[in-house]
């Protein structure tokens, strides 16, 4: 494995910390990965990664190390800091974040139309090859940390690579995925005002009867696009008085101010989610990479009032994309609980009350004896990213793990 640097950035920050402005360097990387492991001869694509040194361990090669569990969205900087700032800017750690196989820039030269090198298993076993390169320059201790769909790698590499890491994080995680996941709307329908549901609904479908038309797909994505991100995130709470007065207009109208005010993130999935052919920009490409893990290895596709959606329409779009009804519509659901149980180091859990997902995550009532489990029934998705007291709770639990 070559590791190849290619790109220095000074970035300095000016976050409140004792009143005093705090530096440090952020390192654009790529490691060499196998496209297949077991088939060498098959080629190999660059990962991209990047690793963020406060200058006060500029030169402590026994400082410890964070390590971000790349996900569905590209690895950027600008994300490496804001975890980095999330967890108190601590000027004795070392962060870095990994980009996921088949998302960001971490492609093959070859065409991303059936990404088949894509799956969860590879991708924690990439992070695992290029720990154990990074753990011969960096050698204290190791915090693993994944969120959301990274939660499941971190509980997936927790249990495979127990020698590489001290102590893992995996911040509202799904342990179990379904084929379809109607428990995602019956959470919506608990949080949400009855009456933006049900006018949501009304916009969803008279999209859904048009769904020959891929501009009305489009659109009833960013409508569930929408959805997901007033039930899920709570940073977009702000949002919901807004979409209260925009869902009472025409359908048509509605979803053209949706497409004047939602974030891009709404927009790359609504246009990597309703694309048949693989689209170029990676902020897109990566919401069409992520309907291919869902068609063969992951499920959890929404169902249930508000969603128009039935399995026999998933199956076709996943046929109509990929040429082939994928093989999950039929087999035994993916199920990381016994991944979890099989966990022999310290692993934080977090969930939140407020979050779709943890209806196939863990939930409060859970048997688990070998984990630490942080929670609070106000809590939304991954809330130790943007909630200020469930990342102090995380923190203080992580540093008595590491000190034992």
Not at 152 to 166: G, M, N
Not at 297 to 321: H, I, L, S
Not at 344 to 367: E, R, T
Request: charged share 20%; hydrophobic share 35%; proline share 5%.
């Amino acid at each position: 494995m070559k590791l190849i640097l290619t790109l220095s950035l000074l970035l300095i920050s000016s976050l409140a910390s004792a009143n005093e402005e705090q530096a440090f360097t952020v390192e654009e990387a790529w490691f060499t990965q196998a496209i297949f492991p077991s088939e060498p001869d098959k080629g190999t694509f660059e990962q991209q990664y990047f690793i963020l040194t406060p200058d006060g361990v500029a030169e402590d090669t026994q400082a410890n190390i964070h390590f971000i569990l790349g996900n569905e969205n590209d690895a950027t900087a600008e994300r490496l800091i804001k975890i980095y700032t999330a967890y108190g800017s601590p000027q004795d750690t070392v962060f870095a974040i990994s980009e996921h196989r088949g998302y960001g820039q971490s492609t093959t030269l070859g065409s991303q139309q059936k990404p088949s090198y894509v799956s969860m298993e590879a991708a924690v076993h990439d992070n695992s090859r290029l720990i154990k390169h990074l753990r011969e320059t960096y050698q204290g201790k190791w915090i693993v940390n994944g969120c959301s769909y990274g939660g499941s790698l971190a509980i997936r590499y927790a249990e495979l690579h127990p020698d590489t890491y001290d102590v893992a994080i995996s911040s509202s995680a799904v342990i179990e995925y379904p084929v379809l996941f109607s428990e995602y709307a019956d959470m919506v329908n608990k949080e949400l005002d009855p009456e933006l549901v049900a006018r949501l609904s009304k916009h969803i479908k008279s999209l859904y009867l048009q769904k020959d038309n891929p501009e009305k797909v489009r659109q009833m994505e960013l409508i569930h696009a929408l959805v997901a991100g007033m039930a899920q995130i709570g940073t977009m709470q702000n949002i919901v008085p807004v979409a209260k007065r925009l869902s009472m207009l025409p359908t048509a109208e509605f979803v053209a101010q949706l497409d004047k005010i939602m974030p891009p993130a709404a927009h790359n999935w609504a246009n990597g989610a309703s694309s048949f052919t693989v689209p170029e920009e990676s902020t897109k490409r990566n919401w069409y990479v992520w309907k291919y893990q869902m068609c063969y290895e992951r499920g959890t596709f929404w169902t249930g009032y508000p969603y128009a959606m039935t399995k026999q329409d998933y199956v076709e779009r996943c046929a109509n994309t990929f040429g082939e009804v994928p093989p999950y519509f039929s087999a035994k659901p993916l199920s990381y609980k016994a991944s979890l149980t099989n966990v022999k180091k310290p692993i934080i859990v977090i969930s939140g009350g407020k979050d779709p997902w943890i209806n196939v995550g863990v939930k409060p009532n859970h048997d688990y004896t070998n984990i630490e489990y942080v929670y609070d029934e106000n809590w939304h998705h991954c809330p130790d990213k943007d909630t200020a007291e469930a990342n102090l709770v995380v923190r203080q639990k992580l540093e008595e793990l590491l000190q034992q």
